[in-house]
């Protein structure tokens, strides 16, 4: 079992910036992708970054240009750097993680972001 604790969370304005971080822990050998999805109210989730264990990065066409997502394999960590807020990003931010020898995906319990005057 893998376990995933977000951290970062909170209330910002819009313009600003927060940075979300992800600490793994358990059966983390092969972790392949982790990555950021959120989810907001009334909507499904949806992918907002990931990186692979070799620094491939997908976005979300939605984040491009305010968001980088980066890892450290050795502290098997993820953070999500996200800048210039908008209030359409607010939600529930849930990091993912994918192993790579049986695909087995975990999902960490969520950070509220909320961005707002």
């Known amino acids: 079992q893998v376990q995933l604790v977000e951290s970062g969370g909170g209330l910002v304005q819009p313009g600003g910036s927060l940075r979300l971080s992800c600490a793994s822990s358990g059966s983390i050998f092969g972790l392949r992708t982790m990555g950021w999805y959120r989810q907001a109210p009334g909507k499904e989730r949806e992918l907002v970054a990931s990186i692979t264990n070799g620094g491939t990065t997908t976005y979300a066409d939605s984040v491009k240009g305010r968001c980088t997502i980066s890892r450290d394999n050795a502290k098997n960590t993820v953070h999500l750097q996200m800048n210039n807020l908008k209030p359409e990003d607010t939600a529930v931010y849930y990091c993912?993680?994918?192993?790579?020898?049986?695909?087995?995906?975990?999902w960490g319990q969520g950070t509220q972001v909320t961005v707002s005057t």
């Open positions: 993912n993680a994918r192993r790579g020898y049986d695909n087995a995906i975990f």
